[in-house]
């Protein structure tokens, strides 16, 4: 089993739709849960940072974690053709190894 | 937020052959990391590089095969030698932000060996 689960994809939905992309993870020493959004032939780009459980809202993006269930969520509101990357998550203990999930490739249709 | 260059950004290598990849960071932070991203697959660490030490291998990964330098707080270079198309890959270099474990990344360099 591994340490993140993530679905690989590929998630498509038309322009304005409400995306929710969801990790699962299986260690409980992991308090730092990031979102990144990679580009085609772009290094990944730090979208959501958050500590422990709860809600973290960024413009359009919202993410939540849920340490008793072991499962984090990107929400992406109003989803724009721009938003088509794919979204990695990952994360940590502290100052240790991030672990990160295979990512999910979003693509939002005009 | 650092700001993290790479090169090359993509080149094509026979079989056998070696290739070093540069990072350059522009601001001076201890330890930097190489990852590998392979087609359809998590990224992947390879090696954490701190300035005037060795740098420290993964489970899988192994100094002749992914040789590092770490001469400043600001510059690291991966050797990728001896190549197979196996290595064909995406390699990253990152380092951590002000905020514990935040991770930022270079552009990555993409490997394609025939």
């Known amino acids: 089993q591994k340490e993140v689960e993530q679905d690989p994809g590929p998630l498509s939905v038309p322009e304005g739709a409400i995306v929710s992309l969801n990790c699962t993870y299986s260690?409980?020493?992991?308090?730092?849960f990031m979102w990144y959004r990679q580009y085609s032939r772009k290094g990944p780009e730090l979208l959501m940072y958050?500590?422990?459980?709860g809600n973290k809202e960024d413009g359009r993006f919202t993410a939540q974690v849920d340490k008793s269930s072991k499962y984090i969520s990107l929400f992406i509101r109003d989803s724009q053709p721009s938003d088509s990357a794919t979204y990695l998550c990952?994360?940590?203990?502290?100052?240790?190894?991030?672990?990160f999930g295979t990512g999910t490739k979003l693509q939002v249709i005009p | 937020s650092a700001v993290i260059s790479q090169k090359p950004s993509r080149d094509i290598c026979q079989r056998g052959t070696s290739l070093t990849i540069q990072c350059q960071v522009d601001?001076?932070?201890?330890?930097m990391f190489w990852y590998r991203q392979q087609p359809g697959q998590s990224l992947t660490l390879i090696a954490t590089?701190?300035?005037?030490?060795?740098?420290?291998?993964e489970s899988g990964f192994v100094i002749d095969k992914f040789p590092i330098s770490r001469p400043n707080l600001t510059f690291s270079t991966l050797t990728v030698s001896n190549m197979s198309p196996e290595d064909s890959s995406i390699y990253l270099c990152?380092?951590?932000?002000?905020?514990?474990?935040?991770?930022?990344f270079g552009e990555g360099s993409r490997l394609t060996v025939l």
């Open positions: 601001s001076q932070v201890t330890m």
């Open positions: 990952a994360m940590t203990g502290g100052y240790q190894k991030v672990t």
């Open positions: 590089a701190n300035q005037g030490s060795e740098a420290t291998y």
């Open positions: 958050t500590y422990s459980s």
């Open positions: 260690n409980s020493a992991f308090q730092y």
């Open positions: 990152s380092v951590v932000g002000g905020r514990t474990g935040e991770l930022f």
